[in-house]
């Protein structure tokens, strides 16, 4: 079975600019959830989207946004860069619907660099 | 609110050596627990998970954990180190809201294997 696939996996941005990732899932995965990576923040969840809806918010400003389609494939976009937003952008899928036990898999990750 | 603590930000151990990655966890509530691994430039490999059933966890690669609910930990284990073992791991609690669900991450801990 294919494993979750993101892409692109390396972009550069100017500030003020905006960007979208894309975030395909495992086969028959249904949730799709979202993190950033930096070194001083490290791993912060950013959203949670399952069949369509989304179901769980993190703690970042508006600029961030996301939205998952039938195919449950899931895109994010930042609007307004800022130096700040540079870093890796973690996709990951789960079934979703597993209760307390379901397992998040991981992407290869987007690397935005933001100058 | 659900947070883990992991102790040591880099553990360096010579091949062949014990390894030995500390992890505990806060929790109102049973907590479900993970550890992730992460080469570099890759997104986070699932080793291992905690969901209950039993309290000593057998993952991939040798890694094994156990859950302590006395010590509120779940610290990651391998016999013998490998150089393949050099990453950064992380632990992560799984937590709710309602339906909705988010991993938590530790800050991570960079494993560096000697010759």
């Known amino acids: 079975k294919a494993g979750v696939t993101q892409t692109p996996r390396y972009l550069i941005k100017t500030r003020g600019q905006q960007v979208t990732l894309s975030c395909s899932p495992i086969?028959?995965?249904?949730?799709v959830s979202w993190y950033q990576q930096t070194p001083g923040q490290g791993l912060q969840f950013l959203f949670e989207?399952?069949?369509?809806?989304?179901?769980n918010k993190g703690n970042f400003p508006g600029r961030f946004s996301g939205r998952q389609f039938s195919n449950s494939r899931s895109e994010m976009n930042v609007s307004t860069l800022e130096l700040g937003d540079s870093a890796l952008y973690l996709c990951?899928?789960?079934?979703?619907?597993?209760?307390?036990?379901?397992?998040?898999?991981f992407g290869p990750g987007t690397r935005l660099t933001v100058l | 609110a659900q947070s883990v603590t992991q102790l040591g930000s880099h553990v360096s151990v010579s091949e062949g050596a014990l390894v030995l990655l500390r992890c505990n966890y806060s929790?109102?509530?049973?907590?479900?627990l993970f550890w992730y691994v992460q080469y570099p430039n890759q997104g986070l490999q699932l080793l291992l998970k905690y969901t209950s059933a039993a309290t000593l966890v057998k993952g991939i690669n040798g890694f094994e954990a156990e859950f302590k609910k006395s010590e509120t930990s779940f610290h990651l284990t391998k016999p013998s180190a490998h150089m393949s073992d050099a990453a950064e791991y992380f632990c992560?609690?799984?937590?709710?809201?309602?339906?909705?669900?988010?991993?938590?991450f530790g800050s991570g801990t960079q494993l560096t294997v000697l010759p």
């Open positions: 992560a609690v799984s937590s709710f809201s309602g339906s909705a669900r988010q991993l938590t």
């Open positions: 086969s028959g995965h249904r949730s």
């Open positions: 929790s109102s509530v049973p907590p479900y």
């Open positions: 990951a899928s789960s079934i979703g619907t597993s209760g307390s036990t379901d397992t998040q898999y």
């Open positions: 989207y399952f069949s369509e809806t989304q179901r």
